[in-house]
């Protein structure tokens, strides 16, 4: 019989946070994953009941429910200050990464050989996202009981967002609704999808068991609640409010704070469900950057460690440089200011969210599940990543480049790249990492070689 851990300090907690954002690859599920891996198989802080019960609480949030996850765990061991350290050693490491990797893209991405990478890569972050409509829409729309309905669901959100260009936020509340009137009318239709999936128990007694008592710092109480109101409000407000004193309401920081403080509220589905939104407010409306330069900044957050979402850092960065938003002389400082600035609004949210309503959460245990109105979201979803697939498939196929030289409107290499990372990700089952490297490979071969 394993014996339960004994107490573990912030120190060693602190250092784990840390590890864990430098090895936080794979997107949600494969963070998940990890965070399951080490903290209830290896090193057993937490059970598996009251890691799946933290995990449906997270999914059941806009905004990326591997990091709240992190924030949660963090917050339950050790009061609000691990909350906060677990859910910012998450995000950091990727912040300052990308912030990196957005000056070379933007200072030597005219360079042959960057040129090249980015060539191989896009067709990989195609084929990418293609994946994760067949995966997501395989957990919500293959259970025979609840398929008719959810298609509709995700038929129309295709519609709403590649034809009518209808506003994502509308898509999201259209959905909400459907399955809300769904669950009176054809509520087999709209049960709960499960998520990521029970892995299996069997790992030893944990810290935090299924039978320990909640700790006192994480019991409901309205003082507490009114407490992370009282100070998570100031936490959005000073640093609007500085925006708006120094640039004015249209300056372009300021409407960056408020434009991602909105996505991080319609982030139901994750990071590649919130993509429409930002592309249709950041390529579009506001112009910080182009279709292209969102692809390539995609394949960038699919390559580094932390949430997919951290991809708002880079349309930050390269918003904040094209807009020259502390002046032409100190491009690289207002870009950088500027990836922050959308950094901090996209993920406030997520960190108020854990700490207000985890107390409510811990009261609950066995109880919370996904409602209706939240499964014609995930439903909706699935067509809303299907529209981002076609618009990068649409892009990555204009004949450019040497297809353009030879006389083609179709680049065939681009197209044949996207299949058969397709092929990888859906038949082989590879990762992520690994068929990015090899299209990015192969990407360079074909520049050399005068095919693309």
Sequence with gaps: MQEKPSHVTFGEA????????????????????????????????????????????????????????????????????????????????????????????????????????????????????????????????????RTPLLWAVALASFLAIAVFKIPFPWVVLGAAVTGWLGQRWAPGQFSGSGGHGAPKAGHGPALIDDDTLTPAHARFSKKRLSQVVVVGAPLWLLPMGALMAAWGWQGTLTQMAWFFTKAALLTFGGAYAVLPYVYQGAVEQFQWLTGP?????????????????????FVGFVGGWAKQVLGPEMLFLGAALAATVVTWFTFLPSFLFILGGGPMVESTHGKLGFT?????????????????????????????????????????AALALAALAALALMRFRLGVIPVIAACALAGLLLRAAGLA
């Design 14 to 145: 602190l250092r784990f946070w840390l590890k864990l954002g430098f090895i936080s690859f794979g997107g949600p599920a494969g963070q998940i994953a990890i965070m399951h891996r080490e903290l209830v198989e290896q090193r057993r802080w937490i059970s598996e009941k009251r890691f799946l019960h933290a995990l449906n609480y997270c999914m059941l949030l806009p905004g990326p429910e591997a990091q709240q996850l992190a924030t949660y765990i963090g917050w339950l061991m050790h009061r609000t200050w691990g909350g906060v350290v677990a859910g910012a050693l998450f995000v950091l490491p990727s912040l300052f990464i990308l912030i990196g990797l957005s000056w070379v893209y933007i200072a030597f991405g005219d360079v042959p050989l960057v040129a090249g990478l980015f060539y191989g890569i896009k067709p990989a972050v195609a084929a990418i996202v293609l994946h994760a409509v067949w995966r997501i829409g395989g957990k919500t729309l293959r259970s025979p009981r």
């Design 293 to 313: 330069q969102m692809i390539d900044g995609l394949a960038l957050g699919e390559t580094t460690p932390g949430p997919l979402i951290m991809v708002v850092a």
């Design 372 to 412: 209706a109105p939240l499964t014609a979201i995930t439903a909706a979803v699935v067509g809303v990543i299907a529209s981002l697939a076609i618009f990068f498939i649409a892009h990555i196929a204009a004949g450019t480049g040497a297809a353009a030289h030879f006389g083609l409107k179709i680049d065939l």
